[in-house]
C-alpha cells in the first residue's frame, strides 16, 4: 500500500484526524477537491462568519456604545468591501496554517476529487481531468456538508443565496430576508443587521435556534429585536421568486395565513445536508440512509477498513465534533481505546450576546420524566457586564433534583462562546451544582454568573440577587 491512512476531506475532521495518525506514526495522505485546505469551516463557514461577526459588532459599537463610553467619533460608515477583504486574509492565514501543519507532519496532500475504485484504492481527479491512484490500508471519509436548498427555490448565488454568497456580498442589503432561525440564519441575519440592513427572519418553528434550550431563544429574540431584526415564527415558505434585484417571499402560517415580504436579497439557512457527491460508494458497497454515511459506534462504515466522521454522519454538523471523531478514528487506528461523551459536545451560536449550551435541555428532561431544578442569575446584576455594558443574557444552570448532578449549563451573554467550556469540564467530572458554587470564581467576572446560577439551582440562594 502506498499509504496506512487516507483521509478524504481536509476540513477539521479531516485535517486533524490527518495530523493525529501522524503524530501515532503512520504515513498518511489527505485528498481536498479544492486548491486551499480547511473545507467548509475554514473557508466558507466557521472562521469567515466570525470574522464578519467581529468586523460588524465593532462597527454596531462604534455608532452605539462609543460615545456613553467617553469615545467621541463621527459617525461611522460601514465599508463592506473592506470587511470582506479583511475576512480573506484572516481565511488565508488560517489555511495557509493547516497547510503549514500538513507539511510539518510529513502528511502527503493531493489535490483533487478523491473517489473509490475499491475499499484500499482511491483515484484523485484533478480539475483538469487528469487522474491518478493511490492506494491505503484504511480509509477516513471527512468530505463534509452542503447548504440544503428549499426545493422549489434553488440557489441562484445572486439574490437566492446560501451562506458561502452571503460572506461574499458586494453591497449591503436593504432588506435581507433570512430563511431559518437557526444558528447559520441568526449569526449572518445579525451581521447585516448590525451594518445597516432590515432583516426579517422567517423560521418554520415556533422559536429561533429551535435545537438549543428554549429560554436561550426566547432571550436570544428579545436581544437581536434591538438591532431591529423581525420574526415570523411558525410560518411556513410556500414560495420564493427572484425578479432582477428583488426577492418576493411568501409564507403561512398554521392558520394559513399569508404573508408576502420583499427584499433585495434572501438568504437560506433552512440547514446543511451531508456530501458524498462524487465518492463512489457504490464502488464498495456503501449506501447512505438519509443522505449520511451509517457507521457504528467506532465510526466504522460496514466496509472494515472504511470510516467516517464528521457531517457525513449521526450527530451535529459542527466543526469541533468532527474533530474529536478525527482523533477519536486515529487513535483506534493506533490501538489505543478512546470515547466521545456526545452529550458533552457543546453548542455556539456567535452572535452578540453569544448562546452557549451543554448537556440536556429543559424540554429534554421533561420529555424524558427527570426530575430536576432550575438555577438561573442574570447578566444585568454582574458588576462585569455592567462595566462593559453587556447587560443583555443569562446563565441557566439543570441539576438533578435529588443527587443536584449538573444535567445542562445553558449561557446566553457576553463571552458565552468561552466561558461554555467551563459547564463541560464540570459535566464531564460529574459534579454537582454545589460542587461549582463552593468554587472561588474571581471578580469582577462574566464567570461569577455561574457560580451565582449553581447557588439558585442548590438552594435558591444568589448572593447577588
Not at 472562521?47 to 463610553?69: C, M, Q, R, V
Not at 456503501?286 to 457531517?311: C, F, Q, S
Request: glycine share 10%.
Amino acid at each position: 500500500m502506498d499509504y496506512q491512512v487516507i483521509v478524504i476531506g481536509s476540513g477539521p475532521g479531516g485535517y486533524v484526524a490527518a495530523i493525529r495518525c501522524a503524530q501515532l506514526g503512520m504515513k498518511t495522505a489527505i485528498i481536498e477537491k479544492y486548491p486551499t485546505l480547511g473545507g467548509t469551516c475554514l473557508n466558507v463557514g466557521c472562521i469567515p462568519s466570525k470574522a464578519l461577526l467581529d468586523s460588524s459588532e465593532h462597527f454596531y459599537n462604534a455608532g452605539h456604545t462609543f460615545e456613553e463610553h467617553g469615545i467621541e467619533i463621527s459617525k461611522p460608515k460601514a465599508n463592506i468591501a473592506q470587511m470582506i477583504k479583511r475576512k480573506a486574509g484572516v481565511v488565508k492565514a488560517n489555511v495557509d496554517g493547516i497547510a503549514f501543519l500538513m507539511k510539518k507532519n510529513k502528511i502527503d496532500v493531493h489535490t483533487g476529487v478523491g473517489s473509490f475504485v475499491d475499499k484500499n484504492t482511491i483515484k484523485i481527479t484533478s480539475s483538469d481531468g487528469k487522474t491518478k491512484t493511490i492506494t491505503g490500508e484504511k480509509i477516513i471519509i471527512a468530505t463534509g456538508s452542503k447548504p440544503t436548498p428549499l426545493p422549489f427555490a434553488p440557489f441562484d448565488k445572486k439574490r437566492i443565496i446560501s451562506s458561502t454568497e452571503a460572506l461574499e456580498l458586494k453591497e449591503i442589503p436593504k432588506h435581507l430576508i433570512v430563511v431559518g432561525g437557526g444558528v447559520i440564519g441568526m449569526e449572518l441575519g445579525s451581521v447585516y443587521a448590525r451594518i445597516g440592513s432590515k432583516v426579517t427572519v422567517v423560521e418554520f418553528l415556533d422559536s429561533i435556534i429551535p435545537t438549543m434550550d428554549g429560554t436561550m431563544g426566547k432571550e436570544l429574540q428579545k436581544a437581536t429585536k434591538k438591532l431591529g431584526m423581525d420574526f415570523y415564527l411558525g410560518h411556513k415558505v410556500t414560495a420564493i421568486e427572484s425578479k432582477g434585484k428583488e426577492v418576493i417571499l411568501k409564507a403561512e402560517d398554521k392558520a394559513s395565513k399569508q404573508i408576502e415580504l420583499k427584499g433585495d436579497y434572501c438568504l437560506v439557512s433552512i440547514g446543511r445536508k451531508p456530501y458524498t457527491d462524487g465518492l463512489g460508494l457504490d464502488k464498495v458497497g456503501i449506501e447512505t440512509e438519509r443522505g449520511m454515511i451509517p457507521v457504528d459506534n467506532h465510526l466504522k462504515t460496514k466496509v472494515d477498513n472504511i470510516y467516517a466522521i464528521g457531517d457525513v454522519v449521526r450527530g451535529a454538523m459542527l466543526a469541533h465534533k468532527a474533530e474529536e471523531e478525527g482523533v477519536m478514528v486515529a487513535e483506534q487506528l493506533a490501538g489505543q481505546k478512546p470515547h466521545i461523551n456526545y452529550l458533552l459536545i457543546p453548542g455556539v451560536v456567535y452572535t452578540w450576546p453569544e448562546v452557549a449550551s451543554v448537556g440536556y435541555t429543559e424540554e429534554q428532561l421533561k420529555k424524558d420524566g427527570k426530575a430536576y431544578k432550575v438555577g438561573s442569575f442574570p447578566y444585568k446584576a454582574l458588576g462585569r457586564a455592567r462595566a462593559s455594558m453587556d447587560l443583555d443574557g443569562l446563565v441557566k444552570i439543570l441539576a438533578d433534583k435529588s443527587t443536584d448532578e449538573i444535567l445542562g449549563v445553558h449561557i446566553i451573554g457576553a463571552r458565552a462562546a468561552d466561558m461554555i467550556a467551563a459547564g463541560v469540564v464540570a459535566m464531564e467530572y460529574r459534579a454537582s451544582a454545589e460542587d461549582v458554587a463552593r468554587m472561588s470564581h474571581a471578580h469582577p467576572t462574566y464567570m461569577e454568573a455561574v457560580k451565582e446560577a449553581c447557588l439558585a439551582a442548590t438552594a435558591n440562594r444568589p448572593l447577588h440577587m
